[in-house]
Nanobody
Framework: VQLQASGGGLVQPGGSLRLSCRTSGFTSDYYTVGWVRQAPGKEREGVSLINSADDTTHYADSVKGRFTISRDNAKSTVILEMNSLKTEDTAVYYC?????????????????????WGQGTLVTVSS
């Protein structure tokens, strides 16, 4: 599995950004793709995830109502739409994935033991 993240940048508070994670190499129909962020000096934090089994999604409380994760199957891409950005959203954002042999769903963004990690993309929210 290979993951290619893109879309980070500098944005003012209240602004929006769209992160993309292009995926390739899945051999199973059942996988989970998540976005995990790490701010300077802080632990990695699960932000959001989506399950291919049924397109269920989960979000960290800190981003609920502001971020939306989705899949574009035609483009093999997972999108994270980020709105109403706050300075505390500043971090390196990683997309990550795990494949499963069965119809398994990850049900918490606290799941961080993904099998594959993409490179990070930096999001800076600052005026």
């Amino acid at each position: 599995v290979q993951l290619q993240a893109s879309g980070g940048g500098l944005v003012q508070p209240g602004g929006s950004l769209r992160l993309s994670c292009r995926t390739s190499g899945f051999t199973s129909d059942y996988y989970t793709v998540g976005w995990v962020r790490q701010a300077p000096g802080k632990e990695r934090e699960g932000v959001s995830l989506i399950n291919s089994a049924d397109d269920t999604t989960h979000y960290a409380d800190s981003v609920k109502g502001r971020f939306t994760i989705s899949r574009d199957n035609a483009k093999s891409t997972v999108i994270l739409e980020m709105n109403s950005l706050k300075t505390e959203d500043t971090a390196v954002y990683y997309c990550a994935a795990s494949e499963f042999g069965d119809r398994i769903r990850v049900t918490s963004v606290e799941y961080l033991t993904y099998d594959t990690w993409g490179q990070g993309t930096l999001v800076t929210v600052s005026s």
